[in-house]
T-cell receptor
Framework: GQQVMQIPQYQHVQEGEDFTTYCNSS?????IQWYKQRPGGHPVFLIQ?????EVKKQKRLTFQFGEAKKNSSLHITATQTTDVGTYFC??????????????FGKGTLLTVNP | DAGVIQSPRHEVTEMGQEVTLRCKPI?????LFWYRQTMMRGLELLIY????????DSGMPEDRFSAKMPNASFSTLKIQPSEPRDSAVYFC???????????FGPGTRLTVL
């Protein structure tokens, strides 16, 4: 079945440093979504990328979708303590063309030292 | 607007007992998902419904797990009998028609002793 891998598993940074997490799928994706889960919280949708090579920005967050639509990255510039949490990528399983069943990566836990 | 509502938020039970988790999706959403999250396995999809009909239950671990959606505003996930390895956080999520974004509830933390 489809596999979605994320690296690194953990990342600890000093406040103000940049952070990047990478997501790789074993299959070509029609789209990719990113979620953030604060400690003790629930996943919250951040963004969806659909087009090959797409780049989207949300303030200090930059999301990229690879040209082959099999990988993606999330980059945070100048991290803040509010960025702490686990960042997940998720891609739809394409069996039967369903875009509603998502496979989540294991996530990258970001901790920020103030 | 209220988000996805789950109850209870915490459940502690003993091995062998029946556990029922409840979910109320966002009004108007026609997809409902049940996930289980553990440190070892991450976030796993158990089952999802569309218009109250189960579409894919391939993630349900075994016959001890069952899920129902009797109407558009309510779903249950039942574990009978429960086992210690079922201890996890169970999330319910919903999606609107035509939308792929999922809205997660706060989760139920289940501990089976």
């Amino acid at each position: 079945g489809q596999q979605v891998m994320q690296i690194p598993q953990y990342q600890h940074v000093q406040e103000g440093e940049d952070f990047t997490t990478y997501c790789n799928s074993s299959t070509t994706l029609s789209n990719i979504q990113w979620y953030k889960q604060r400690p003790g919280g629930h996943p919250v949708f951040l963004i969806q990328l659909v087009k090959s090579g797409e780049v989207k920005k949300q303030k200090r967050l930059t999301f990229q979708f690879g040209e082959a639509k099999k990988n993606s990255s999330l980059h945070i510039t100048a991290t803040q303590t509010t960025d702490v949490g686990t960042y997940f990528c998720a891609g739809p399983e394409d069996s039967g063309g369903s875009n509603y069943k998502l496979t989540f990566g294991k996530g990258t836990l970001l901790t920020v030292n103030p | 607007d209220a988000g996805v509502i789950q109850s209870p938020r915490h459940e502690v039970t003993e091995m062998g007992q029946e556990v029922t988790l409840r979910c109320k999706p966002i009004s108007g959403h026609d997809y409902l998902f049940w996930y289980r999250q553990t440190m070892m396995r991450g976030l796993e999809l158990l089952i999802y419904f569309n218009n109250n009909v189960p579409i894919d239950d391939s993630g349900m671990p075994e016959d001890r797990f069952s899920a129902k959606m009797p109407n558009a505003s309510f779903s249950t996930l039942k574990i009978q009998p429960s086992e210690p390895r079922d201890s996890a956080v169970y999330f319910c999520a919903s999606s609107p028609p035509g939308g792929r974004r999922q809205y997660f509830g706060p989760g139920t933390r289940l501990t089976v002793l």
